[in-house]
């Protein structure tokens, strides 16, 4: 039975949230989502940078160890 209250309980909370940004703090809600903008923005141009970062290092590593690789077989023939 607390499942299904919980699951009643919020459904009420959303219709509420819902019925109080759209008919009460719409202007509020608007400015608060333009305020977000910007941040969002930045942190995700941060983590793209660090992961385009990454992946060069990465492939910079891969090639590295292939050559190292193809060095060692020869020797190891011998």
Not at 1 to 16: E, H, N
Not at 23 to 45: K, Q, T
């Amino acid at each position: 039975m607390g499942k299904y209250l919980a699951i009643f309980g919020g459904l009420i909370a959303m219709a509420a949230g819902v019925i109080l940004v759209v008919f009460v703090w719409w202007h509020e809600f608007i400015a608060l989502v333009f305020g977000f903008v910007p941040p969002i923005l930045f942190f995700g141009g941060l983590i793209a940078l660090i992961a385009g970062i990454s992946s060069i290092k990465d492939a910079m590593r891969t090639k590295k160890l292939e050559e190292e690789t193809k060095e060692e077989k020869p020797a190891a023939k011998a």
